[in-house]
């Protein structure tokens, strides 16, 4: 009797987690469309999308990642690809160049950006942490796929490489 209520237990136990944790992770959201204002981050863009599909890990579904980070004197913008699309929930916007998707996270700078009425829906990379049918513990641990990275210093509307 013990043992039919110790695995009722974990039965329920595995069921209780399961749903918790689909219910906590969103895996779909959207971001408002931004429209590029300074022409310097499209030239960038362009030229780090051309060097990549030189590359082995190129292909038409790699996602362009814009990571913005004001300091005390300049901001740091950081320029990254990945397979793998990340919720950080400091995403700003989206926008698209060359048919990809550019994800613009930090805050939001009215010198780069103007934002529209348009929202752009996403699938956000979803891990598969759980307990398979099985009782299998299933553990995924994510693997850092991000590929290029190009570091720039933007002062006065103007981009310099680091």
């Given at each position: ?53 030189r ?56 010198t ?30 994510y ?20």
């Open positions: 009797m013990k043992r039919y209520i110790k695995c009722f237990l974990l039965v329920c136990l595995s069921m209780f987690c399961l749903l918790s944790k689909s219910q906590n992770i969103n895996t779909k959201d959207s971001l408002p469309v931004l429209k590029v204002k300074n022409e310097q981050l499209l030239v960038i863009l362009d030229s780090l999308i051309e060097h990549d599909k590359c082995d890990f190129y292909d038409s579904n790699l996602v362009y990642i814009v990571h913005i980070q004001p300091t005390e004197y300049t901001t740091l913008i950081q320029f990254t690809s990945s397979h793998k699309l990340i919720r950080t929930d400091n995403e700003t916007g989206c926008f698209t160049k060359k048919n990809h998707i550019v994800i613009v996270r930090g805050p939001y700078d009215v780069l950006f103007k934002k529209t009425r348009c929202k752009k829906a996403f699938n956000y990379y979803q891990p598969s942490d759980g307990v398979d049918s099985n009782g299998t513990v299933i553990i995924d641990i693997e850092d796929d991000s590929y290029t990275q190009w570091d720039y210093k933007y002062v006065k509307n103007n981009f310099t490489k680091i």
